[in-house]
């Protein structure tokens, strides 16, 4: 059993800034990506940003410049940090891990059960 657990979130003004976190846990072997996607009401789940395991990120053409990821891989936890945060960044986020299984390295994605993210304009 895999979980993701995040944490942080909430409410700021536009400008501001927010983390969120996600720790991986669970019978895994090793953690191949790590990623958080943003879901607005009534929109597809997108990617934000995402980073490897040798620590290989991309990001979303809309956040560049504005977030980072970064992850602990002795900790099996990512982070984002976002800031200069607008109004459309609203959303849920969601941790995405994709990782190898310990029984037969198989490779399996698992989300997290996603944090909101509101900013006030």
């Known amino acids: 059993q895999v979980q993701l657990v995040e944490s942080g979130g909430g409410l700021v003004q536009a400008g501001g800034s927010l983390s969120v976190s996600c720790v991986v846990s669970g019978s895994i072997a090793s953690i191949k990506r790590l990623g958080w996607y943003w879901q607005a009401p009534g929109k597809q789940r997108e990617l934000v940003a995402a980073?490897?395991?040798?620590?290989?990120?991309n990001y979303a053409d809309s956040v560049k410049g504005r977030f980072t990821i970064s992850r602990d891989n002795a900790k099996n936890t990512v982070y984002l940090r976002m800031n200069s945060l607008k109004p459309e960044d609203t959303g849920v986020y969601y941790c995405h891990a994709r990782v190898y299984s310990d029984y037969d390295l198989s490779e399996y994605n698992y989300w997290g059960q996603g944090t909101q993210v509101t900013v006030s304009s």
């Open positions: 980073i490897t395991s040798s620590g290989s990120t």
